[in-house]
Nanobody, 127 residues
Framework: QVQLVESGGGLVQAGGSLRLSCAAS????????MAWFRQAPGKEREFVAAISRSGLRTKYADSVKGRFTISRDNAKNTLYLQMDGLKPEDTAAYYC????????????????????WGQGTQVTVSS
């Protein structure tokens, strides 16, 4: 089991940057595929980015590709999301998620494929 705590959200102007962090408890962080999702008011939760347990494989939503970078530091039990070139439409609560499964399984963009979630951190981008 793993517990996840996000941080790093805030208010930023369009074009600015933020780096989100997700601290994981436990000694088995390196066995989990990790992901970031986001949810804006009145909208469904949507996939942002995912990273494999080793960090060698990543996947991004088309809407953030080239602007956001997902990474992890397994020695620090921490997941990151570097967000550059922020747009007002990036405004949402951002959640990190984890799942432990075979390394042969491709990264999933489906929220139902993750069984551990953080409480979320709010990102607001002003125009």
């Amino acid at each position: 089991q793993v517990q996840l705590v996000e941080s790093g959200g805030g208010l930023v102007q369009a074009g600015g940057s933020l780096r989100l962090s997700c601290a994981a408890s436990g000694r088995t962080f390196s066995t989990y595929d990790m992901a970031w999702f986001r949810q804006a008011p009145g909208k469904e939760r949507e996939f942002v980015a995912a990273i494999s347990r080793s960090g060698l494989r990543t996947k991004y939503a088309d809407s953030v590709k080239g602007r956001f970078t997902i990474s992890r530091d397994n020695a620090k039990n921490t997941l990151y999301l570097q967000m550059d070139g922020l747009k007002p439409e990036d405004t949402a609560a951002y959640y990190c998620a984890a799942v432990s499964r075979s390394s042969l399984v491709p990264l999933t963009t489906d929220a139902l494929g993750y069984n551990y979630w953080g409480q979320g951190t709010q990102v607001t981008v002003s125009s």
